[in-house]
Structures are given as C-alpha cells and as structure tokens.
C-alpha cells in the first residue's frame, strides 16, 4: 500500500472494543457514533468522537 493511502478525510463507522480475556465487548459511543478522522500529508492527525444522541451541556443549545 503506498504511503499516500491513508492520508484524506475519513467518517467513523464504528468503536468496538473486544476483551481478550474475557469476550467481552464494548461500545463506549453506542451503535451508532459521530465521528471523523483527518490525517494530512505533514503528518497531523485530527479526530472528533461522540455518541449521536449525546446533549448538550446545560446552557448550550443544539444546532440542528
């Protein structure tokens, strides 16, 4: 794969993690998480993650 595969803007699908140890599996962000991801040609790595159904903070309003 050349090094110019990865770099660009990608949308989270998913965040599973899977215990070894015990089979146990956890989706801290539920089924269905908000995410992005940006990595760029001079090495910088950006992410945003969050539950789809998470509320705002008191005082805050929710953009629609």
Not at 15 to 35: A, I, K, N
Not at 49 to 59: L, V
Request: glycine letters at 8%; hydrophobic letters at 35%; a negative charge.
């Amino acid at each position: 794969m050349p090094n110019d595969a990865i770099y660009g803007n990608w949308k989270l699908v998913s965040v599973r993690y899977v215990f070894s140890d015990t089979g146990e599996t956890l989706e801290p962000f539920g089924d269905d998480p908000l995410g992005f991801i940006s990595i760029t040609r001079d090495n910088r790595l950006t992410t945003v993650i969050t539950a789809r159904d998470r509320s705002p903070q008191e005082g805050e309003t929710a953009e629609a």
